[in-house]
């Protein structure tokens, strides 16, 4: 159980476009999502939390017009990198907390996704 | 939020027990103490977690102190596969936003 899965998993396409990432929770309710984003070799640095119903929270230096999170339901946030560019290349990882606590009731416990490797020529 | 120290990288042979301390010295009441593994290209992946004394599961220990401002991860008997970056992490419980903050996290290279 605890299972997130992100789509795709790697993604390349010019810059100007814009990319749309889909995170889902496949086996429980999550009713908070959060988005990182990972340069090569170094930590993951959190972009925002993405709440089911409600606007994102973005942390600070995080453009939110520039990353659209959508969190329509209890199971899918989407971020989309409109109008990406080179420097927007990197690994995206969403994380969702489980709505009812986190198995074997640990506190604030998250699933990570795969992660997607977006290349912006 | 807490201060977050951990060793930056650490080097170890196939069948060694695996110690990584973390201090977070202001450290909330609230706080538990969790730990992440992330291999390359993957997400994090939830190892251990853990509030006060010593909690132990199938893969790892996690020693605590009273005073709550480190933490210790052990890893028993490692192989190869254990080569990864561990990120030592201090949140909040269930009820507030459960925002994680990654610090830099701990490369362990393990040898044959």
């Known amino acids: 159980g605890a299972v997130v899965s992100q789509h795709p998993s790697r993604v390349i396409c010019k810059s100007g476009t814009s990319v749309k990432i889909e995170c889902r929770s496949l086996?429980?309710?999550?009713?908070?999502m959060f988005w990182y984003r990972q340069f090569p070799k170094q930590s993951l640095m959190l972009m925002a939390t993405?709440?089911?119903?409600?606007?994102?929270?973005?942390e600070q230096g995080v453009e939110k017009d520039k990353f659209l999170i959508n969190h329509a339901s209890l199971t899918l946030s989407t971020l989309t990198v409109t109008s990406a560019h080179p420097e927007d290349s990197s690994f995206y990882i969403c994380?969702?907390?489980?709505?009812?606590?986190?198995?074997?009731?640990?506190?604030?416990?998250?699933?990570f996704g795969p992660g997607t490797r977006l290349t912006v020529l | 939020l807490a201060k977050i120290t951990q060793p930056i990288s650490m080097d170890s042979y196939e069948g060694q027990e695996v110690n990584i301390t973390c201090s977070h010295n202001n450290i909330a009441t609230n706080d538990y103490i969790t730990w992440y593994q992330q291999f390359p290209s993957q997400g994090p992946r939830f190892i251990i977690q853990g509030y006060k004394t010593k909690v132990t599961n199938e893969v790892a220990s996690l020693f605590i102190p009273a005073d709550r401002k480190s933490s210790t991860l052990s890893l028993p008997r490692v192989s190869l596969s254990d080569t990864a970056v561990y990120y030592c992490?201090?949140?909040?419980?269930?009820?507030?936003?459960?925002?994680?903050?990654f610090g830099q996290g701990t490369t362990l290279q393990v040898k044959p």
């Open positions: 993405s709440n089911e119903g409600s606007k994102a929270t973005y």
């Open positions: 992490l201090v949140g909040g419980q269930r009820s507030n936003t459960g925002k994680l903050i």
């Open positions: 086996d429980f309710q999550a009713t908070t």
């Open positions: 994380s969702a907390r489980d709505h009812w606590g986190g198995l074997n009731n640990n506190n604030n416990e998250q699933f």
